[in-house]
């Protein structure tokens, strides 16, 4: 059985290997609430939307579990794209989010988290660039030859 834990955007600073999961987890005690799943290394990590009252909504806690999505029933197979990057948090007056950059590239491909932290409406952001993954830049820079 895999056991999770509640971890900080800030313990996951550094160097790593990336891998996006193709899941789209739902809370599991709320149905408005969006998640994501990512791994870091061999690190499965759930975030999840608190939705609050409608109006405002931020990035709940990161939930860790040792596995793949195998084992967290994605159930289906797909290719998986592994990236090597650097992880930043983004603790500011406008954002606390986590912030993925691919180390070949240099562009953001990910980010989870809260922007306008400090407004009366804080909003959940979750967003993904694929066109900053080493593979897709390789596609891009061959058809412009």
């Known amino acids: ?4 834990k509640v971890i900080g955007f800030a313990d996951l600073i ?5 891998t996006i999961v ?14 994501v799943a990512f791994m870091l290394g061999d690190t499965m990590f759930f ?7 409608g109006y405002r909504s931020t990035a709940g806690p990161l939930l860790t579990g040792q596995g793949d ?9 797909t290719q998986y794209i592994k990236e090597p990057v650097l992880v930043a948090h983004i603790d500011d007056n406008y954002w606390d989010i986590l912030r993925v950059t691919s180390r070949i590239t240099g562009q953001v491909i990910f980010e989870i988290g809260t922007s306008n932290v400090d407004d009366y409406y804080p909003c959940y952001h979750e967003e993904r660039n694929p066109a900053g993954l080493s593979a897709n830049a390789r596609v891009r820079i061959k058809m412009e030859d």
């Open 1 to 4: 059985m895999n056991k999770s």
């Open 69 to 77: 999505a195998y084992a967290f029933g994605s159930g289906y197979t």
């Open 47 to 53: 975030c999840f939307e608190d939705p609050d009252d």
């Open 22 to 35: 193709p899941l789209s987890p739902r809370h599991p005690f709320d149905n408005d609430a969006n998640g």
């Open 14 to 18: 550094g160097e790593a290997e990336f």
